[in-house]
Structures are given as structure tokens and as C-alpha cells.
């Protein structure tokens, strides 16, 4: 299962609401992950089945979306969240795969 | 606290080996499938391989499919990928990673994550 995510890049002041889309080549149901990323740091887990929150996430991080078709919102952007986001599909366990990233930086 | 620390990565010539170990600690280790994933500089992440809790059932992606070998020891709280007949592609910082399940059902999404061991393949 190929996953894509727009944009690859994303300029936003602190205080914007940002948005982050996430697509499947084919229905991956709601079995999706996001993960943030500083740079030389390891992934972070925000959330998992498309919608819940990990543990210890700010509820400023939301996902949304089945099927195909997954977004990631984060509704007040704040200093820390300046990462690159991942996607991730477990529906085909036998090939676990990424989306290849939206960075988001400082505007 | 639950930590993952890798470590054996280093510089090895085109078709050489190398091992990678993941120490576990601050969790019940034998409880839980285990997961590498590694990042080409500057690239996105790719899942490689995954072991059951009891380290009877792997499943690898074909990139790496006959050439490495994820395996665990129980007792030492340890998970280990042997990497052979690398390539310069195989250049990457390799992640291990936790899978969020049970022991007998895997999540396959991945909590928390070592902070990476950096392998280079160069001649």
C-alpha cells in the first residue's frame, strides 16, 4: 500500500491551524498512525486508529478521515510543533509503510 | 521508564555484515512484538522487519528479505538485526521500535522508539 502526503512542505505562523493530508493507494480502513519527528530525534507517536490520541499528546493534535483519506490537524500551532509529520498504514501488516513526510516549518 | 537504546552501527565496506542490538529496559520486554525501522539521511522512514514477543514468528520487508535477520533473547532483554550482503542503499540511522500490542497481537504501530544507531556502507 503506497501512501502520500501533502504538502511535502508547510509554512505557518504560531497560532495557525495547520492541516496535514494523508491518502492510501487503497482503503487501509482506519488503520493509521502519525508520528511527529524533530530533526535527530527519533518519531514521536501522536496517534493511532486515525483518530486517537496517544497518551501524553496535546489535544491541539487531532486526526480524522477512513478509507483512503486521513488528515492530520493541529488547531493552534505552537513553538514545539515545528517537525516533520509522518502517516503510517498497519492494514497490510505483512508490509507496514510510511507516508515519505510534511515538514513543517516557521513562516 | 521505558527506554530503547541500539547500538553496533558503524562503517562497514559494500558486502560486509553487521549485527545491531536494541537494549530494552523499564517495560517487560518478553511481553512485546518488536519492530526495526531505519532512515536513509534525509529520507522518510522504512518499516524492516518485526518478531513476535517469543521471537517464533518474523515477518521482513522484501528489501531486506534473505539478507537480514531480526532475533531477540528474552533473558538479556534484547533485540538484535543481523544485516549482511549490505549495499551502499542500506546507508540509514536504523531505528527499534516497540509495537504497542499485546504478545500475542501486534498493534503494528510503534511506541516509543530507540534514538537510532547510524549505519554507513561505503567502500
Known amino acids: 500500500i503506497q501512501m502520500t502526503q501533502s504538502p511535502s512542505t508547510l509554512s505557518a505562523f504560531v497560532g495557525d491551524r495547520v492541516t496535514i493530508s494523508c491518502r492510501a493507494s487503497q482503503t487501509i480502513h482506519t488503520w493509521l498512525a502519525w508520528y511527529q519527528q524533530k530533526p535527530g530525534k527519533a518519531p514521536k507517536l501522536l496517534i493511532y486508529?486515525?483518530?486517537r490520541l496517544e497518551t501524553g499528546v496535546p489535544s491541539r493534535f487531532s486526526g480524522s478521515g477512513s478509507g483512503t483519506e486521513f488528515t492530520l490537524t493541529i488547531s493552534s500551532l505552537q513553538p514545539d510543533d515545528f517537525a516533520t509529520y509522518y502517516c503510517?498504514?498497519?492494514?497490510?501488516?505483512?508490509?507496514?509503510?510510511f507516508g515519505p513526510g510534511t515538514k513543517v516549518e516557521i513562516k | 521508564e521505558v527506554q530503547l537504546v541500539e547500538s553496533g552501527g558503524g562503517l562497514v565496506q559494500p558486502g560486509g555484515s553487521l549485527r545491531l542490538s536494541c537494549a530494552a529496559s523499564?517495560?517487560?520486554?518478553?511481553?512485546?512484538?518488536m519492530h526495526w525501522v531505519r532512515q536513509a539521511p534525509g529520507k522518510g522512514l522504512v518499516w524492516l522487519s518485526r518478531i513476535h514477543s517469543d521471537g517464533s514468528s518474523t515477518t521482513y520487508a522484501d528489501s531486506v528479505k534473505g539478507r537480514f535477520t531480526i532475533s531477540r533473547d528474552n533473558a538479556k532483554n534484547t533485540l538484535y538485526l543481523q544485516m549482511n550482503s549490505l549495499r551502499v542503499e542500506d546507508t540509514a540511522v536504523y531505528y527499534c521500535?516497540?509495537?504497542?500490542?499485546?504478545?500475542?497481537?501486534?498493534?503494528?504501530?510503534?511506541?516509543?522508539w530507540g534514538q537510532g544507531t547510524l549505519v554507513t556502507v561505503s567502500s
Open positions: 503510517q498504514q498497519y492494514n497490510d501488516y505483512s508490509l507496514l509503510t
Open positions: 486508529d486515525a483518530s
Open positions: 523499564g517495560f517487560t520486554f518478553s511481553s512485546y512484538w
Open positions: 521500535a516497540r509495537d504497542d500490542g499485546s504478545s500475542y497481537r501486534p498493534t503494528n504501530w510503534f511506541d516509543p
